[in-house]
């Protein structure tokens, strides 16, 4: 089911901590510690995010497409998203 990507943006700096830059794309960046751990985009014309370029988004986060979809929802918040990424060793 598509998202708009006003909604994505929101849920990527509000929800999930990411920090936006603008240029070419929308690109959105996730540091801790000084370090970046995650990064993933979104072209200035997107208007909806599929499920397609959804499961890219979340591979690029360090997370399945099942996940993303509940981050969303919003069944999983920050700190079960940074808890994931421990899990894997990209956060210490």
Known sequence: MP???RKMDR????VLG???RMGRHQIYI???????V???LISHGAREIGDDLMATMARQMGITLS?????????IGREEY?????????IE
């Open 11 to 14: 849920i990527l700096v509000s």
């Open 38 to 40: 995650a990064r993933t």
């Open 30 to 36: 996730l540091r801790t510690g000084g370090r970046q």
């Open 67 to 75: 996940q993303l979809k509940k981050i969303i929802a919003g069944k």
């Open 18 to 20: 990411f920090e936006r």
């Open 82 to 90: 940074y808890r994931s990424l421990e899990e894997q060793g990209r």
């Open 3 to 5: 998202i708009s990507a």
